[in-house]
């Protein structure tokens, strides 16, 4: 099993930054990959970015040059740094990962932290 606690969310700006963490506990050795999606009120969650265990990146086109992924030195964590807010940002961004062992598999969610941005 794998745990995952969000924080970072609030209330920000239109233009403004924000930087949300990611804390991973449990069987973290064979996390995959881990990423970020959110799901804004009326509509289906989408994924924001990826990253791989290896270092590899993707992002939702809307994000790129605004957003970065980055994990911490240990494998339990993972951010994601948030530029140049838009309104159309606004979400409840979830943390997610992917456990591999064997030939089985596993997602995971965090609970979720809202982002809201407005002046």
């Known amino acids: 099993q794998v745990q995952l606690v969000e924080s970072g969310g609030g209330l920000v700006q239109p233009g403004g930054s924000l930087r949300l963490s990611c804390a991973a506990s449990g069987s973290i050795s064979s996390i995959n990959d881990m990423g970020w999606y959110r799901q804004a009120p009326g509509k289906e969650r989408e994924l924001v970015a990826r990253?791989?265990?290896?270092?590899?990146?993707i992002y939702l086109d809307s994000v790129k040059g605004r957003f970065t992924i980055s994990s911490g030195n240990a494998k339990n964590t993972v951010y994601l740094q948030m530029n140049s807010l838009k309104p159309e940002d606004t979400a409840v961004y979830y943390c997610n990962a992917v456990r591999v062992w064997g030939s089985m598999g596993a997602t995971y969610w965090g609970k979720g932290t809202l982002v809201t941005v407005s002046s």
């Open positions: 990253i791989t265990s290896g270092g590899s990146t």
